[in-house]
């Protein structure tokens, strides 16, 4: 059974950094696409970025294209979400979940998504 670990996450001063990762266990992600959600308190979980298991390609939401960059390492089963030039508004729980298909969807709508993992903090605060 596939299985969702991630890290990564903390607190940083807006304009700041991060790299969260995500850790599959009990198979594979060679078929499966990844994406990456955020939930802030008291609001929706929202879909961030994506990678196709496919062709590697990706998708990200508006509000974090130029700033987020999502990546894969098929040899680690893991996948990446570098995050830079945070904002106040980036704080949220982040998880990683699976999408059963070979390429992205947009929208990213948490209702096609399984597997999810426990998520981790990213506090962005001065």
């Known amino acids: 059974q596939l299985q969702f670990v991630e890290s990564g996450g903390g607190l940083v001063q807006p304009g700041g950094s991060l790299r969260l990762s995500c850790v599959a266990s009990?198979?594979?992600?060679?078929?499966?696409?990844v994406g990456w959600f955020r939930q802030a308190p008291g609001k929706e979980r929202e879909g961030v970025s994506c990678?196709?298991?496919?062709?590697?390609?990706?998708y990200y939401t508006d509000s974090v294209k130029g700033r987020f960059t999502i990546s894969k390492d098929d040899a680690k089963n893991t996948v990446y979400l570098q995050m830079n030039n945070l904002k106040p508004e980036d704080t949220a729980v982040y998880l990683c979940?699976?999408?059963?298909?070979?390429?992205?969807?947009?929208?990213?709508?948490?209702?096609?998504?399984?597997?999810w993992g426990k998520g981790t903090l990213v506090t962005v605060s001065s």
């Open positions: 979940a699976v999408l059963y298909g070979s390429l992205c969807l947009d929208p990213q709508l948490p209702s096609d998504y399984s597997a």
């Open positions: 009990g198979s594979t992600l060679d078929y499966y696409s």
């Open positions: 990678i196709s298991s496919s062709d590697s390609s990706t």
